[in-house]
């Protein structure tokens, strides 16, 4: 059986295209999290451990990445 991601972009992603694009519903079945460019959806993925991603996050809400 092969589940197919259900890509989404964040609520907060109205800047005009520059965006990524995450299939969360992959997490509890393979343990990733994969992310793509939204304006290149046939493009490259990454595919993020769980983990990994939500250190990702973490750090972007703490604002160790700088203002965007």
Same mark, same amino acid.
């Given at each position: 059986?092969?589940?197919? &991601?259900?890509?989404?972009? /964040? /609520?907060?992603?109205?800047? $005009?295209?520059?965006?990524?694009?995450?299939?969360?519903?992959?997490?509890?079945?393979?343990?990733?999290? &994969?992310?793509?460019? @939204?304006?290149?959806? @046939? $493009? &490259?993925?990454?595919?993020? @451990?769980?983990? /990994?991603?939500? @250190?990702?996050?973490? $750090?972007?809400?703490?604002?160790?990445?700088?203002?965007?």
């Amino acid at each position: 059986m092969t589940i197919e &991601p259900r890509w989404r972009k /964040s /609520s907060h992603s109205s800047n $005009g295209g520059d965006c990524i694009e995450v299939a969360a519903n992959l997490v509890a079945t393979l343990g990733v999290v &994969p992310v793509r460019d @939204s304006k290149n959806v @046939s $493009g &490259p993925v990454l595919n993020a @451990s769980a983990a /990994s991603f939500a @250190s990702f996050v973490a $750090g972007v809400k703490a604002g160790e990445f700088g203002a965007v």
